[in-house]
């Protein structure tokens, strides 16, 4: 048995540490991201997840200067559909693909327009990520490949030799809101210290997968070294998200019985959520937090950001201190 004796830490476990900073304003702090080739108005990613994408969410995220995979899921002669109608509109569009995706259908993707495409497999540290990867390199897509999902270090090592056709590595594994992979396989790293640890020393960016719930939380995914943070429950919320039929607002784990229609392996809940605001009120409020997250760091920008970006860790009682606990009676 193997046991470390360092703490895997939490977005909860830690507090960004206020520095002294010349920005006189927030309107002066740049949010913009270069990721993959493209020039983003925000480093906020949608998670490529059925509960959360809809035609007209996606079309919308990027409206407002946002980037997103499809739904793995999608058939493919959707996702190209809608891979036309991006690249037409904004001049890049992403795809999503499993390691059992064949040759033929990855090339389609890339002929109709994807720029990107995002391997997305719940433990991306698998004998199978590696044998796509194999065949992908000797066809050299042109297209960026994103692979995920990570926890640790040791984990991506087997793919360093990959990364002259890997762009990004996506990372967190049991984070999200409806994941149980914790619960039902005792395996998953707090996004504080997977983040932190999968980005030491990685020329590659790292997107920080799981656990968001305010504006704060992207912040310091951000400042322990991602470059793009991904979100579901939030995005699941937004008028623009996707609906049953019935109209009612589904959130679903993608290893839930909701999503798998099987009891079989299953790793993840599903809840139904109410609609809180449009896609662009909600991205309002994450920006403008990030701004002010920003200013108190005395960055102009995020890669100043991350690299002046301190934390402290936080007792309970530290972190009770940090909710409204006059209102909330805590």
């Known amino acids: 048995m193997k046991l470390r004796s ?4 939490s977005y909860d476990d830690v507090t960004l540490r206020p520095q002294y900073s010349e920005i006189n304003s927030r309107s002066d702090i740049d949010l913009s991201v270069s990721f993959l080739g493209m020039t983003l108005r925000h480093p906020i990613i949608a998670s ?6 809809s035609p007209t ?21 959707e996702q190209k559909r809608i891979i036309r109608h991006l690249r037409d509109s904004y001049g890049y569009a992403g795809a999503s693909i499993g390691v059992n995706t064949t040759l033929q259908q990855i090339q ?18 698998c004998s199978k990520m590696r044998e796509l990867l194999l065949e992908l390199e000797k066809s050299k897509p042109a297209a960026s490949l994103v692979i995920g999902n990570f926890a640790t270090n040791e984990s991506m090592n087997p793919f360093r030799n990959f990364e002259h056709i890997v ?35 990685c020329d590659r960016p790292i997107i920080a997968d799981g656990g968001v ?25 937004t008028r623009e998200s996707a609906q049953q039929a019935s109209g009612k607002r589904e959130y679903r784990g993608s290893a839930s019985i909701s999503c798998k229609r099987s009891t079989k392996y299953v ?17 309002t409020t994450l920006t403008d937090g990030l701004r002010s997250a920003l200013s108190y760091t005395g960055a102009r920008n995020l890669t100043e950001f991350r690299e002046k970006a301190s934390f402290s860790k936080v007792t309970y009682n530290g972190y009770v201190q940090t909710l409204a606990h006059g209102k909330y009676n805590v």
């Open 213 to 237: 719930r305010h504006a704060g939380d992207i912040a310091k995914a951000i400042g322990a070294g991602a470059t793009m943070v991904m979100l579901g429950r939030l995005f699941s919320q």
């Open 57 to 77: 969410f996606i079309d919308e995220f990027y409206r407002l200067g946002g980037f997103c995979w499809m739904d793995r899921f999608t058939p493919i002669e």
């Open 108 to 125: 389609e993707l890339i002929d109709c327009g994807a720029s990107s495409m995002l391997v997305d497999v719940a433990h991306g540290s």
């Open 167 to 201: 762009g990004a590595y996506r990372v967190g594994i049991a984070q999200g809101s409806m994941c149980t992979t914790a619960l039902a396989t005792g395996h998953g790293i707090p996004m504080i210290s997977s983040v932190a640890e999968c980005s030491f020393e």
């Open 267 to 283: 790793e993840g809940e599903s809840m139904e959520v109410p609609v809180l605001y449009t896609l662009e009120e909600l991205l």
């Open 6 to 9: 360092d703490y895997a830490l």
């Open 48 to 53: 490529p997840m059925d509960s959360v994408l």
